[in-house]
């Protein structure tokens, strides 16, 4: 088949005009609609496209594939709803706003005033929905555009509402505890989800800590971690049961280490850019023979490790003691023999693992850090300091105690905020969330459905079976407010399910 030539100085710009222009003044999405109206309905609603910024070419591309869809099916003759959305709150928008103002914390939020700093977040929105309207009209998509939802909308808060008021009234909303990414510039919980945007390669400073055995004077664990700052918070040593390990004397001292572990060479998990060209990592039986002989006196299963008792890293810090009657070796199948020394220092309060690992064992939990990521008072020399900005102080404090065997820059792949980029901590909050008890219910209605591509319902199921209860609250300013009232003196929480409800039980504000 022949295709006539086209001429390449053709202004495809001024074309796309005239077509527009042509499809206004004949009414041609209008006269479709009219054509259709009444026949086999065919439902398209568009997930919402964020109103925070104008569209990118991302959207104009996913724009293209929904409106092919869209039009072959009217070319069928069925009826299209033909429905935008916007998404409207949340932490893109709040971010965009702090950003005209200069403001770097919630603090500043608060300072300029909670109320002005929300409708400037509705202001936003509204904007770039009208901008993000005209660009699609631009693109040409056809949709009902006098008729697009907002998240923002009463309807959809007060349908929301509705929905947590049924999930407590079958007992699946709870205030919890639980360890999680934290962005501390922003003040709020990250998903998972969300997490897995913002993954960036940084070199942190890595050390290996001496533990004291208080029963055996002379020998300690070795240990290793990637962020000092958690061993204020230290509460246990885990071991692998059927590992083994090494007892290492060197000089006066004797040292429990993995035997993998101490022979096994060492490199950077990222090897592929290496910006700051960090010497290479060195195999811990080097970190041996450079600070003079040792020699290998017994090699032992894990099992013979647990239950001895040590002397924590920071012990002598207000923070710190409650969990000194706890310090022990405990058993954990996760130990491995690929990284580290073999023996992991638990901090319940500053990791997800450690945390689901110290409830099982019902050991303490420490949680040291304010939400703006800064040490409390109880914390002695970082007390008003940023957990990122402790490193050298601890390691300096470590080495003036005789606690530190070695350091090292590691260079890893380490989460940041998928918005303002500030490095991600695991802190202890509390939150409210719905528990996942339900979720055979919600893979069964997934199962209900037609997947293209087909390989999209087992991915939907996956995530549905590994997903831990879901957080609803964010701690934030521009969201859905939570219809939750509690008791501060028992605990008793009540779930309002409408507009209607809150009227009905509000005692003060409703004029």
């Known amino acids: 088949m022949a295709f006539e030539k086209v001429d390449p100085k053709t202004d495809f710009p001024a074309m796309e005009r005239e077509i527009l222009a042509w499809w206004e003044q004949v009414q041609a999405f209008e006269t479709l609609r009219t054509m259709n109206r009444g026949k086999p309905k065919w439902s398209f609603l568009d997930g919402p496209i964020t109103a925070n910024n104008p569209m990118g070419v991302h959207h104009a591309w996913g724009r293209t594939y929904k409106d092919i869809y869209q039009r072959y099916q009217a070319s069928l003759g069925r009826e299209l709803r033909y429905q935008n959305g916007f998404d409207c709150q949340g932490l893109w928008v709040e971010v965009e706003v702090e950003k005209e103002h200069g403001f770097t914390s919630k603090k500043d939020i608060e300072t300029y005033g909670i109320d002005r700093f929300v409708e400037e977040c509705k202001a936003r929105a509204r904007k770039f929905a009208a901008i993000q309207t005209e660009q699609s009209k631009r693109l040409g998509y056809w949709m009902d555009w006098g008729n697009s939802y907002y998240t923002m909308s009463d309807e959809n808060n007060y349908a929301i509402w509705a929905f947590l008021k049924k999930c407590h009234e079958r007992g699946l909303i709870y205030k919890g505890v639980d360890v999680m990414p934290w962005c501390p510039r922003c003040g709020t919980g990250i998903s998972q989800m969300e997490m897995n945007e913002g993954y960036r390669e940084v070199a942190h400073t890595s050390v290996f800590v001496l533990f004291p055995l208080r029963e055996r004077r002379g020998?300690?664990?070795?240990?290793?971690?990637?962020?000092?700052?958690?061993?204020?918070?230290?509460?246990?040593?885990?071991?692998?049961?059927?590992?083994?390990?090494?007892?290492?004397?060197?000089?006066?001292?004797?040292?429990?280490?993995?035997?993998?572990?101490?022979?096994?060479a060492r490199a950077h998990p990222v090897q592929e850019s290496n910006p700051r060209d960090l010497p290479p990592l060195m195999a811990i039986?080097?970190?041996?023979?450079?600070?003079?002989?040792?020699?290998?006196?017994?090699e032992l299963p894990g099992e013979r490790l647990i239950g001895l008792t040590y002397d924590g890293p920071f012990d002598h810090l207000p923070g710190a003691k409650e969990a000194i009657d706890a310090h022990r070796v405990i058993a954990w199948d996760e130990v491995t023999e690929s990284e580290g020394t073999g023996i992991v220092h638990i901090a319940p309060g500053c990791g997800a693992e450690d945390y689901a690992l110290g409830r099982e064992l019902g050991l303490p939990q420490i949680a040291p850090l304010y939400e703006d990521g800064t040490f409390r008072p109880e914390f002695g020399?970082?007390?008003?300091?940023?957990f990122d900005e402790v490193a050298d102080a601890v390691v300096e404090d470590l080495k003036a105690r005789g606690r530190l065997f070695a350091k090292e820059q590691y260079l890893h792949r380490y989460p940041h905020c998928w918005r303002c980029r500030d490095e991600l901590v695991y802190r202890l909050v509390d939150e409210w969330f719905i528990r996942m008890d339900w979720r055979e219910e919600i893979m069964e209605s997934a199962r209900q459905a037609r997947w293209i591509p087909a390989w999209g319902l087992e991915r939907e199921l996956d995530w549905l079976r590994n997903m831990g209860d879901w957080m609803i609250s964010?701690?934030?300013?521009?969201?859905?407010?939570?219809?939750?009232?509690?008791?501060?003196?028992?605990?008793?929480?009540?779930?309002?399910?409408?507009?209607?409800?809150?009227?009905?039980?509000?005692?003060?504000?409703?004029d």
């Not at 240990?223 to 958690?230: A, G, L």
């Not at 020399?381 to 940023?386: D, H, P, T, V």
Request: net charge positive.
């Open 219 to 264: 020998e300690h664990l070795l240990v290793w971690t990637t962020t000092p700052w958690t061993l204020s918070s230290n509460v246990a040593a885990a071991v692998r049961p059927d590992m083994t390990y090494l007892k290492v004397r060197q000089g006066e001292a004797i040292y429990y280490v993995g035997k993998t572990n101490f022979e096994a």
């Open 381 to 386: 020399f970082l007390a008003g300091r940023r």
């Open 285 to 298: 039986r080097a970190m041996f023979r450079n600070l003079g002989a040792f020699e290998i006196v017994e």
């Open 474 to 510: 964010k701690k934030r300013y521009w969201g859905l407010a939570l219809p939750i009232w509690e008791c501060h003196q028992c605990g008793h929480f009540e779930v309002i399910g409408g507009r209607e409800e809150l009227q009905a039980r509000a005692v003060l504000g409703w």
